[in-house]
């Protein structure tokens, strides 16, 4: 009797260690599958996002690309030092987005302002600067353009926006997967 009773009860031990540890294997499995996505960090990839966004110190716009469709476009033709080849774009002037935020142009653009430069950063990151007075076209000739178009084209692989900077005789600061345009002063 006593044997047996030993027999059982270490029976019963060892399943109740087993299902213990089961248990306690399952909670570790589990925290550590919930763990990579607490850590994980702001996308980095240069996967293109949809919408743009346009902000200042104060404000913030979103277009999204059907947004940006309906807004008034024009169309320009440029050479593109880099492929050397004459490009036709289509889009809305920087110079208009900038006026949803109230970026002071035209008659505004002095003083201060004049100090006021735009960052404008692409998906994987790439950022260029641009002066406000570089994009207003009542202060520059050069044109800047946000574009959504190319040939007549979407701009595939470069899209949905890309930023042509006209006077640059090298595209470096034509921004693809353009995702954001920031006003900031230096003052
Ligand atoms: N988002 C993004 N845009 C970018 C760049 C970049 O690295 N990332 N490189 C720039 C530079 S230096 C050049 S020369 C052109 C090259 O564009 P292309 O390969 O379409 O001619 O894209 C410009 N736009
Ligand atoms: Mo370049």
Redesign the pocket.
């Known amino acids: 009797m006593g044997k047996r009773n030993m027999i059982l009860r270490n029976m019963i031990f060892r399943i109740m260690v087993g299902r213990t540890m089961l248990g306690l294997l399952s909670l570790v499995l589990s925290v550590c599958c919930a763990l990579p996505a607490q850590d994980a960090k702001p996308s980095t990839d240069s996967t293109p996002q949809t919408s743009l966004v346009l902000s200042d110190e104060h404000a913030s716009v979103t277009f999204t690309p059907a947004d940006f469709r309906a807004l008034p476009h024009v169309s320009l033709t440029v050479h593109?030092g880099?492929?050397d080849a004459s490009e036709t774009y289509s889009g809305v002037p920087l110079a208009t987005l900038l006026a949803k935020v109230n970026a002071p142009l035209g008659k505004d653009l002095r003083g201060k302002a004049m100090a006021s430069y735009l960052v404008a950063t692409?998906?994987?990151g790439?950022s260029v600067v641009l002066s406000l007075a570089e994009v207003d076209p009542d202060f520059h000739q050069g044109q800047v353009l946000v574009a959504d178009t190319r040939d007549g084209q979407p701009l595939g692989k470069?899209g949905p926006f890309q930023l042509i900077v006209t006077d640059d005789k090298?595209?470096?600061r034509?921004?693809?997967?353009l995702q954001s345009i920031e006003v900031r002063s230096a003052k």
Do not use: E, Q
């Open positions: 593109n880099h492929t692409g998906s994987d790439y470069n090298r595209p470096a034509w921004v693809h997967n």
